[in-house]
C-alpha cells in the first residue's frame, strides 16, 4: 500500500504521540508498504530518514515549541499527485489533518483519524474564554470525524467521550504500541552513577511534557510525604513551558536535592532511565493512552497512578500497580506501601511484563494493515457497485 500520513506534531519534539507515529511509520515500512509523512518544518531541524516532508511553519511562542504549519506547500501537491496514495491516516483534526482530509477526498480514498489527545483539556492554551474553547474543539472534532472511514481511539475510555460527542460509528478501539525489544530488561546503573542515586534509595519516575495540564505540583507534595517515610528520590523527566516553574516549587518544597530533573532526554536513552528506577507514578487525569506508561511496563515497573482516562485501562488495580483517587494522602500512602515491601516491587514488576506483551507494536501494526485493507475494500465495493 501507498500510505500518507499527517501529523501536526512529529521529531524533533519528544512527545508520547510523536513517539508512536514514528513507531507506526517504521514498522508499517518494515512491513514493505511505502509511506510518505507530512509534518510542520522545525527550526533548525533536518530529517535523517527518506519520504518526510515539512509544511513551512510560523512559531507562534518560545514558550511552547510547537510550530504552526502554513498550508500553502507546492511540493505536497506534486508528491500527493504523483503517487498511487491508497490510505491517509491523520493524527489531529485541523490544520494539517484538515489538509488530510481534503486530499482523502479529492483521491476518493479512505481517511484514517487517530484520536491522541483529549482537546478541550488544553483549553488553558488558547487566549480566549475556556468554556468557548472547549465548545469549539468539541464542534472540530465532531465535523471532522464525520468524514473519517475509521477512527481509532487508544484507550477505551475514549470510545464513551466519542459517544459524548455523537460520534459512534466507525469507532475502533486499538492501544497505542510499544516496540517490547527496546525496553526488555533495561540496564540502569550507568544512571543511578550519573545521579549519585545510593543503593539504599529508591527511585521514582515519571516520564512526559512538563505542562500543566500532567499535575506535577500534585506529585511533588505527594513526594515530600514518600520521602519522609522511605529513603528516596524522584525522577521527573521531560521539556516543556512549566519546567522552570516546577523546579522552583519542588526547591519552596525543600525538595531540590531529592527531584531531579533531567530535562530532554533521547528517546533511545529512556529505556536506561526506567531500568535505574523502582517504581513509575503518573498523577496526570488528561490522558488518552500515554506511551511512557506502556513503556515503563514492558521495562518492569509496578505502576502507581492516579485513576483516570487513559490510565484505569492499562493498569490492572492490584496487579501490575495501584490506581488511587486524586488525593495526595491516599497517593502518598499507597506509593510508600508498595516501595516498602521490595516482594510486592518485584511480583507487580513481573506483572507489567506480561500486561505489556499486549501492546506489542509488530502485532497491532498488523492489525492496522488489516483496517487499510478492509476500509479499502469497503471504498472500492461502494465505488463501483
Known amino acids: 500500500m501507498n500510505i500518507a500520513i499527517f501529523t501536526n506534531a512529529y521529531k524533533p519534539i519528544i512527545s508520547g504521540v510523536v513517539n508512536c507515529i514514528d513507531l507506526m511509520r517504521s514498522n508499517l515500512i518494515k512491513k514493505g508498504h511505502d509511506v510518505v509523512l507530512f509534518a510542520p518544518e522545525f527550526p533548525e531541524y533536518e530529517d535523517s530518514e527518506e519520504h518526510i516532508y515539512r509544511y513551512p511553519s510560523l512559531s507562534l511562542t518560545n514558550k ?24 491517509i491516516h491523520c493524527h489531529h483534526p485541523f490544520v494539517l489533518g484538515a489538509e488530510g482530509a481534503k486530499w482523502a477526498a479529492k483521491l ?20 480566549l474564554p475556556s468554556n468557548i474553547v472547549k465548545t469549539v474543539s468539541k464542534t472540530v472534532v465532531s465535523s471532522y470525524a464525520k468524514k473519517c472511514s ?4 487508544p484507550g477505551t475510555a475514549i470510545v ?12 475502533v ?95 533511545n536513552q529512556i529505556p536506561a532511565y526506567y531500568g535505574a528506577s523502582n517504581l513509575f507514578i503518573m498523577t496526570s487525569t488528561t490522558e488518552v493512552k500515554p506511551l511512557a506508561l506502556l513503556e515503563a511496563m514492558a521495562a518492569g515497573l509496578p505502576i502507581v497512578a492516579v485513576a483516570a482516562c487513559g490510565v484505569s485501562d492499562t493498569v490492572i488495580n492490584g496487579e501490575n500497580g495501584f490506581l488511587t483517587t486524586e488525593d495526595r494522602n491516599e497517593f502518598s500512602d499507597t506509593v510508600i506501601k508498595v516501595l516498602a515491601d521490595d516482594a510486592l516491587l518485584a511480583e507487580m514488576g513481573r506483572n507489567s511484563v506480561k500486561i505489556s506483551k499486549g501492546y506489542s507494536a509488530d502485532a497491532l501494526t498488523d492489525r492496522l494493515i488489516g483496517l487499510y485493507e478492509s476500509a479499502i475494500d469497503k471504498k472500492h465495493n461502494i465505488a463501483y457497485a
Not at 70 to 87: H, N, R, V, Y
Not at 116 to 125: F, K, M, N, P, S
Open 108 to 127: 476518493n480514498v479512505p481517511l484514517f483519524f487517530t484520536f491522541h489527545t483529549q482537546y478541550e483539556q488544553y483549553a488553558h492554551y488558547i487566549p
Open 160 to 171: 464513551e467521550q466519542l459517544k459524548g460527542y455523537g460520534i459512534e460509528e466507525n469507532v
Open 150 to 153: 475509521v477512527i481509532i481511539t
Open 64 to 87: 511552547v515549541k510547537f510550530p504552526l504549519p502554513i498550508t500553502i506547500f507546492p511540493i505536497a501537491e506534486k508528491i500527493m499527485t504523483s503517487k498511487k496514495i491508497d490510505i
Open 173 to 267: 478501539y486499538m492501544p497505542n504500541s510499544i516496540d517490547l525489544d527496546s525496553f526488555s530488561q533495561p540496564e540502569g546503573k550507568s544512571v543511578r552513577e550519573k545521579y549519585s542515586i545510593g543503593s539504599d534509595e529508591k527511585l521514582l519516575v515519571y516520564v512526559g511534557r512538563m505542562a500543566q495540564e500532567k499535575n506535577i505540583p500534585f506529585m511533588i507534595d505527594a513526594f515530600k510525604t514518600i520521602k519522609s517515610k522511605i529513603p528516596s528520590r524522584l525522577m521527573i523527566i521531560g521539556e516543556g513551558p512549566e519546567l522552570e516553574a516546577f523546579k522552583n516549587y519542588a526547591a519552596e518544597k525543600e525538595l531540590a536535592d531529592a527531584i531531579i530533573f533531567p530535562g530532554r532526554v533521547e528517546y
